[in-house]
C-alpha cells in the first residue's frame, strides 16, 4: 500500500448517502474505536508534555465532539472549542452538552463555513484527530501551516497509519464491535487513504518545519501522532 487512495468516503459524499440516525450511530461508535483501540490515548500523552496546561485548544474537525467535551473536563482551566464543516456534527455535539447533567462550561462547537483556518485565530494548542486522511496532500500542506500558525505551543496530529494488515484486522474488527454501515465500509477506505512514515516527513519538510521541533511517533492500533512544537525542540 504504497500509494494513498483517493476513494471517497461515504462521509465525504454526504446526505443522502447514509441516513440521520446512521449518521449519529457512526459518531458514537467513532468515539468508541478512539477510546477502546488507542486514539485518545496517543492525544492525551501529546497534550501531557506541554510544560504546563493549556489555556486554550482548538480542536479542528471536531466531530461529534465527544472527545472535544473529554478534552475540556480533563483541562477544566483552559477555553476548548471544538469547529467542524459539518452542520450535523456540531448539532449533534450541542446536543451531547444539552444532554449531560453537568456539561462542562468551558467547551463550545462552531460550525467552520470554509475548509480554511482563519488566520486571526489564537490557541495554545491546535488538535485534530482523524481528519487529514480526508485531505489531498497539497491541502494536508497547507493546513498544517495554518494550524502551525494558530497555535502558541503545539500541533497535535492524530490520524491513521496505511498499512494492509491495518485493513485486514479492521475487517475482522468492525462487524462485530462497531456494527454501522459508515464504519464498515469508511473505516477501510480511511485506512487506504492515510499515511506512511514517509508521508509525514515529506509533508512536514514541505510545509517548511524545523525537524528538530517535530514528531512522528507510531501509536497503537495503527496510529500516526505527529507533534509540532513551537515553545521548544524536541529532545
Known amino acids: 500500500m504504497q500509494i494513498r487512495s483517493s476513494e471517497k468516503e461515504f462521509l ?60 475540556a473536563k480533563r483541562y477544566p482551566h483552559s477555553t476548548v472549542l471544538g469547529i467542524d464543516t459539518n452542520a450535523e456534527a456540531i448539532a449533534f455535539a450541542n446536543k451531547q452538552l444539552q444532554q449531560m447533567v453537568e456539561p462542562p462550561s468551558n467547551v463550545s462547537f462552531q460550525i467552520c ?64 464491535c462497531f456494527p454501522n454501515r459508515l464504519i464498515k465500509h469508511d473505516g477501510a477506505v480511511s485506512i487506504r487513504r492515510a499515511f506512511i512514515y514517509d508521508d509525514w516527513q515529506q509533508y512536514l519538510k514541505m510545509a517548511g518545519f524545523e525537524f528538530s521541533r517535530c514528531s512522528v511517533s507510531w501509536r497503537w492500533a495503527f496510529r500516526w501522532l505527529i507533534e509540532i512544537n513551537k515553545s521548544e525542540r524536541v529532545s
Open 113 to 176: 463555513a470554509q475548509e480554511h483556518l482563519e488566520k486571526n485565530l489564537n490557541f495554545d494548542v491546535v488538535t485534530s484527530t482523524l481528519v487529514c486522511h480526508h485531505l489531498t496532500d497539497t491541502y494536508l500542506v497547507e493546513f498544517l501551516q495554518q494550524a502551525h500558525q494558530v497555535a502558541r505551543k503545539k500541533v497535535i496530529i492524530n490520524d491513521l497509519h496505511r498499512h494492509s494488515l491495518a485493513v485486514f484486522l479492521f475487517k475482522i474488527v468492525a462487524p462485530i
Open 12 to 71: 465525504d459524499l454526504g446526505f443522502p448517502h447514509y441516513s440521520h440516525e446512521e449518521y449519529e450511530d457512526c459518531l458514537y461508535k467513532l468515539d468508541r474505536i478512539g477510546r477502546w483501540l488507542g486514539g485518545d490515548r496517543a492525544t492525551w500523552s501529546a497534550l501531557e508534555k506541554l510544560e504546563e496546561p493549556p489555556q486554550s485548544i482548538l480542536d479542528v474537525g471536531c466531530g461529534g465532539g465527544l472527545f472535544t467535551i473529554r478534552m
